[in-house]
C-alpha cells in the first residue's frame, strides 16, 4: 500500500508563491522506486498531469502551462515530495493532487492518489 498526505495548499493573490509537500508512506513505497508527481484539476476541466519526478530525482516532467514557474523536487530521506509555485496565477486555481507510481513519468493514470489539497489564486 501507498499513503500520500498532501500539505500546503491555501489562497495566495496572483504574482504569489506557495509551496505543496507530499508525504508518502507504506510498505509498497518503500519497495518500489517510485516516481512521484502533482495533478491539479480545476472546476470543470480534466485532470492534468503538470510536474513529475523519478525516484532518484535526475529526470523531471513538466506541464508547459507551468514551466518555468513551478519546480518540482524530492526529499527520498523523508518520503517527501514538494512543488514550489512561483508567479502563481488565478488559471492556477485548482484541487493539487499528489500521485506516486513507477512509471509516472511516462503514465497519467497513476496507481496511487492523495486526497488533493486546495490552492486558489485571487487576481
Known amino acids: 500500500q501507498v499513503q500520500l498526505v498532501e500539505s500546503g495548499g491555501g489562497l495566495v493573490q496572483a504574482g504569489g508563491s506557495l509551496r505543496l509537500s507530499c508525504a508518502a508512506s507504506?510498505?509498497?513505497?518503500?519497495?518500489?522506486?517510485?516516481?512521484m508527481g502533482w495533478f491539479r484539476q480545476a472546476p470543470g476541466k480534466e485532470r492534468e498531469k503538470i510536474a513529475a519526478i523519478s525516484r532518484s530525482g535526475s529526470s523531471t516532467y513538466y506541464a508547459d502551462s507551468v514551466k518555468g514557474r513551478f519546480t518540482i523536487s524530492r526529499d527520498n530521506a523523508k518520503n517527501t515530495v514538494y512543488l514550489q509555485m512561483n508567479s502563481l496565477k488565478p488559471e492556477d486555481t485548482a484541487v493539487y493532487y499528489c500521485?506516486?507510481?513507477?512509471?509516472?513519468?511516462?503514465?497519467?493514470?497513476?496507481?496511487?492518489w492523495g486526497q488533493g489539497t486546495q490552492v486558489t489564486v485571487s487576481s
Open positions: 500521485a506516486a507510481d513507477v512509471l509516472l513519468l511516462s503514465r497519467t493514470t497513476p496507481d496511487y
Open positions: 507504506g510498505r509498497t513505497f518503500r519497495r518500489n522506486a517510485m516516481a
